[in-house]
């Protein structure tokens, strides 16, 4: 039984690795507003998001260029993975208050 085990972390021993070197991001919703409302991020590498809904109510973390669709819970928390994209600007909404939560994120 303990052959088994330590074959199965053996294989899967670099997904774990590579899951846990990945960059992460904090990302605040407060006053219906993203902060940062600007995230620069490496091109080419997959990232994490970690969002911090701040407000009462709940916030959809949303962007149509991005392919994401998030709910994050009033005074709860959420992660988002996102890329590994291109160099380029991908801009992201807070859906239910499109007109204050907006963002973009920026591959360099």
Known sequence: MSRLVALFLLAFAPLVASAAGEPEFKLAIEGHRFTPDRIE????KKVKFLIDN?????????????????VI????????????????????????????AHGVVVAK
């Open 41 to 44: 991020v490496p091109a080419g």
């Open 54 to 70: 701040r407000d009462a109510t709940a916030e959809e973390f949303e962007s149509g260029a991005l392919r994401i669709e998030k």
């Open 73 to 100: 819970p009033g005074k709860g928390h959420g992660i988002v993975w996102v890329g590994p994209l291109e160099p380029g600007e991908y801009k992201f909404i807070g859906e239910y208050n499109e007109k204050t």
